[in-house]
């Protein structure tokens, strides 16, 4: 009997922490790609100083999820001049991308001239590799 009901006391723990920890990868994967959307739109602005703050927020929201994000992210709040925080976005950008795949609010976006990819919220171009010099370089990513 008391084996049984410790079973019981296992198993409804188990099943009771499955939901939380969904709901916790959710909301991880929500508060990285709001970090990640700092990152891009600072460095679409030319800041570096704002995208190496946003990056640490995302390695922050990564680190207990998602280590390869957390250290891409990471590389970007470490870079000490923007043309290495850009060159190390594209790998942040390539770990973030599949977070975003099927959300209705973001567009994947190509920079031919970089070539590579980022995620953004809105479908007018504002790329993050060129910054002012060529905001509006880009478009939507094509689906394979």
Known sequence: ???????????????????????????????????????????????????????A???????????????KAEAVAKAAKIETARENFKALSAAVEPLAAGEKNYVVMHCPMAGADWVQASPKVQNPYFGKAMLTCGAPKKSK
Do not use: Q, W
């Not at 723990?13 to 959710?26: E, K, T």
């Not at 994967?29 to 600072?42: D, F, M, N, T």
């Not at 927020?57 to 250290?71: P, R, S, T, Y």
């Open 57 to 71: 927020a995302v390695a922050g929201h990564a680190g207990m999820g998602d280590k390869n994000i957390a250290a």
């Open 1 to 55: 009997m008391i084996r049984s009901s410790r079973l019981v006391l296992v198993l409804g723990f188990i099943l009771g922490a499955v939901p939380l920890s969904v709901a916790d990868s959710m909301s991880m994967k929500g508060e990285v790609l709001a970090s990640y959307l700092k990152v891009s739109a600072a460095l679409a602005a030319d800041d570096l100083a704002a995208a190496k703050t946003a990056a």
